[in-house]
């Protein structure tokens, strides 16, 4: 069947899932005759290869057998058969067709197809290249690291650190060098790893019985490309997990050693990953004038990419692993995750659960006509071997529980522009032993929890859901009660994820049971507003230059402090660079126009030149000055030089010059005496 201008082709799976073709076409929003296959990917391959000769773009509903149908493109290319039609692959099989709901699923079907059909391509930015030459080092505590070294020998350039004072056998031949020390420090990424050595010591030759070394020197350096750490230890880089070619495995388990030392044979050459993150350093909130204000995606980067780099940060990219945790969290769109973007994620959002609504989903609360959908969002790594493990020994999915893959982490927007397009329920899947996911959704939870539940939709419509278990799983999503969606906005969502979101939140607010103006929020949350001790504050205006949004502005014509919601992201720039301490922050959702109006906080009368009758400065401010210096020091008694003070710097600089008194004036000098004066 066609739909949104591609070919989609679907199968029974030998008639493992109970589905009819024009029941699903129907659920699509098709109206011609669309028969399913039996078995797509062997006996009616050649319905694939009639689709690729005939369609722009073609779209499996199989992700199991991607590779063959691959094969079968390049074969026909070879024959001179086939043109280079672009292929996508979407799973409806573990995800709703494998399930004892599996005949309520057609609408979940659907979304998942028009999700895939319209899936927003990913606009890299460029890669970036890596390169390793084999340099290795593997560090371990005893001679199992030398029996890795010799399993590697003749792939690899090794280099064997051993930490602790195990005994080591001489070898009988030195293939590879075996040194003392303890790693104290390591930086970098695969093919540029730095290594900082502690107890650094070469062995004698001369060893007999036991490898003796020699003079041990602390702080050896060595750079190498790939590192495999047999330590048993704490790792030597933060975030290891997400550090390419950095190889760790516990030395009691040999399974996972042998693992790790064939993956190593496969890290030398050249390789090339996406740049995930775009950085907008002038759109950075991260400090001003050496006050450092916001921390967020520091805080929460799992790999450990990202640096402070003056007023702004850096994201290393060939550290970063394309979590997107640092986007989901950045408060000025400075950081910006492009595969895809936040305005492409939410447009797809709203396609997917406009597909589920259109398509007549069952599984409705009595008496109402709102789908009860419920968003099962998780990554390819932990969240689809899971799904899929549920979907062979389990029950599979429920019919209303549309698992998405997502390619990054989703942050405020995302979260917020679902419910607002037909959601019910969010649930986002992590692993129980992923503890930097867990705490970063684990705020955004709180976040969006706390701007639900005082509009009136209830409790508990957001929640993480940490585990490794598939029938754990399985009984959480059958225990969490069918609700109505919160409402079905129909705008099209436009701007950058500061914008979506609050375009999310206003049709939130306008369909709430309960609406409010003004929702207090938790501290660091990234919108609210600040308040000013007007009582102290002297309009200085240290805090407008700090602003990086904007969201304080001062006055041309003026002395006036203005603020406006809208732009605030709450860093705390402002706060911390107040000379005064009269700033602060209030976390809180405002919704509708009074956002974007500006707000005059403070406004005084300008003082004016005595001589020329220029605005100059703060009336109060100048008049406390004079006032507090006019007779109380020795410079400031004479009525004139305090009448300076009310002038503006031009005038100022020329009653001091028509004055005639020069600071820098001292005793005459004395005569120069020379030896013609003594004759």
């Not at 020197?217 to 070619?245: K, V």
């Not at 805080?299 to 970063?320: F, K, Y």
């Amino acid at each position: 069947m066609k739909l949104h201008g591609q070919t989609v082709l679907a199968c029974t799976c030998r008639g493992t899932m109970p589905i009819e073709g024009g029941a699903l076409a129907r659920a699509c929003g098709v109206t011609a005759d669309a028969p399913l296959a039996h078995e797509l990917c062997r006996a009616e391959l050649g319905r694939f290869q009639d689709a690729l000769a005939g369609s722009e773009k073609v779209l499996v509903a199989c992700t199991q057998e991607a590779p063959t149908f691959r094969q079968a493109q390049a074969d026909m290319a070879q024959a001179g058969a086939a043109n280079d039609t672009p292929l996508a692959f979407t799973n409806i099989r573990e995800n709703a067709g494998w399930s004892v709901e599996a005949g309520q699923a057609l609408p979940k079907m659907a979304a998942l197809l028009a999700g895939a059909a319209q899936w927003p391509d990913a606009g890299l930015r460029g890669e970036v290249a890596l390169r390793s030459e084999g340099v290795t080092v593997v560090y371990g505590r005893d001679d199992q690291a030398v029996a890795a070294a010799e399993q590697l020998k003749d792939r690899l350039d090794l280099t064997v650190i051993i930490t602790g004072t195990a005994e080591l056998t001489p070898p009988r031949v030195a293939e590879f060098p075996v040194v003392r020390g303890t790693i104290t420090r390591a930086t970098g990424y695969l093919g540029a790893f730095e290594l900082v050595v502690d107890g650094f010591a070469i062995p004698l030759p001369s060893s007999r019985r036991s490898l003796m070394f020699g003079p041990a020197r602390n702080g050896a350096r060595s750079r190498c490309d790939l590192i495999i750490d047999l330590s048993g230890g704490l790792p030597l880089l933060a975030g290891h997990e997400h550090r390419e070619g950095y190889l760790r495995a516990s030395p009691d388990d040999p399974v996972a050693v042998q693992r790790l030392l064939l993956a190593a044979t496969d890290l030398v050459g050249s390789f090339s990953k996406p740049r995930y993150v775009a950085l907008h350093p002038s759109r950075c909130a991260h400090s001003r004038s050496g006050q450092i204000g916001c921390t967020r995606c520091l805080d929460v980067c799992p790999a450990g990419a990202i640096t402070p780099a003056g007023d702004s940060v850096a994201i290393d990219p060939h550290i970063c692993a394309g979590c997107g945790t640092c986007a989901a969290v950045c408060p000025s769109t400075a950081v910006e995750y492009v595969v895809p973007g936040a305005q492409a994620t939410a447009r797809w959002l709203r396609t997917v659960l406009a597909a589920y609504r259109d398509a007549g989903a069952t599984g409705r609360d009595a008496g109402t006509a709102e789908p009860a959908v419920l968003l099962l969002l998780h990554d390819a790594k932990h969240g689809a071997p899971l799904i899929d493990a549920l979907a062979r020994f389990g029950d599979g999915l429920p019919a209303r529980v549309i698992p998405i893959e997502m390619p990054g982490q989703f942050g405020l927007d995302a979260f917020a522009t679902a419910f607002a397009f037909g959601a019910a329920e969010i649930r986002v899947l992590a692993s129980g032993r992923d503890q930097a996911r867990i705490d970063t959704i684990g705020r955004e939870v709180a976040l969006l929890t706390a701007i639900l539940e005082p509009l009136g939709y209830g409790e508990r419509r957001m929640e993480l859901i940490a585990t490794d278990d598939p029938d754990e799983l399985f009984d959480i999503l059958r225990r969490i009660p069918s609700r109505a969606g919160l409402c079905q906005a129909e705008y099209l969502p436009t701007g950058d994820k500061n914008a979506l979101t609050m375009q999310a939140l206003n049709a939130l607010q306008q369909a709430a049971p309960t609406p409010a103006d003004v929702i207090p929020l938790p501290r660091g949350a990234p919108i609210g507003r600040v308040r000013v001790d007007t009582a102290g504050c002297t309009l200085c205006l240290a805090c407008v230059s700090a602003c990086p949004t904007s969201a304080l502005r001062d006055d041309a014509e003026r002395p006036m402090l203005k603020f406006v919601e809208d732009a605030c992201i709450q860093c705390g720039l402002c706060q911390t660079t107040c000379p005064e301490q009269v700033v602060h922050l209030e976390p809180r959702a405002t919704f509708g126009a009074q956002r974007r109006v500006h707000v005059v906080i403070k406004e005084e009368e300008p003082a004016i030149c005595i001589c020329c009758a220029k605005p100059f400065g703060v009336k109060a401010s100048i008049d406390k000055i004079a006032a507090q210096l006019a007779g109380r020091h020795w410079m400031f008694t004479d009525p004139a030089i305090v009448d300076r003070i009310r002038m503006c710097g031009d005038c100022r600089i020329i009653a001091q010059t028509r004055n005639g008194l020069d600071p820098y004036a001292g005793d005459a000098r004395p005569v120069t005496r020379t030896t013609d004066d003594y004759r």
